[in-house]
Nanobody, 119 residues
Framework: VQLQAFGGGLVQTGGSLRLSCAIS????????TAWFRQTPGRERESLAT????????NYSDLVKGRFTISRDNAKNTVYLQMNSLKPEDTAVYYC?????????????WGQGTLVTVSS
C-alpha cells in the first residue's frame, strides 16, 4: 500500500488549498482515510476522517467548518479542501489509512506535504 500526499504550498491568510492523497495497492473493502498535521514540537493532530464509501465523515473541532474531506474512488484519491486558512494551520499534512475501519490505529502513511500560511 502506498499513499502519496501532495498539494501543499504557500498561501496567504484567508486563502484556500486543496490537498490530495493518492492511494495505491489497497484492496480492503472497509477502511478509513484520515488527514493529520504536525508542527515541530507539537503532537500530531487528527483533522478529518472519511470511510471507504465517503458517506461517513468526521472532523476535529480545529477545522470543522473550514476544511472538507472528500474522496473520488474512481481515482483512488482522498482530498482535503482547506478554506479560510490561518497562520496556525501551517504544518506538514499527512494522509493515512486505518485498515480496520474503526479505532485510532493507522497502518499506512503518506510522506507529508508542507502547508505554509503567511500572515
Amino acid at each position: 500500500v502506498q499513499l502519496q500526499a501532495f498539494g501543499g504550498g504557500l498561501v496567504q491568510t484567508g486563502g484556500s488549498l486543496r490537498l490530495s492523497c493518492a492511494i495505491s495497492g489497497l484492496t480492503a473493502s472497509t477502511y478509513l482515510t484520515a488527514w493529520f498535521r504536525q508542527t515541530p514540537g507539537r503532537e500530531r493532530e487528527s483533522l478529518a476522517t472519511i470511510n471507504r464509501s465517503g458517506v461517513r465523515k468526521n472532523y476535529s473541532d480545529l477545522v470543522k467548518g473550514r476544511f472538507t474531506i472528500s474522496r473520488d474512488n474512481a481515482k483512488n484519491t482522498v482530498y482535503l479542501q482547506m478554506n479560510s486558512l490561518k497562520p496556525e494551520d501551517t504544518a506538514v499534512y499527512y494522509c493515512a489509512v486505518n485498515l480496520r475501519g474503526w479505532g485510532t490505529e493507522y497502518h499506512h502513511w503518506g510522506q507529508g506535504t508542507l502547508v505554509t500560511v503567511s500572515s
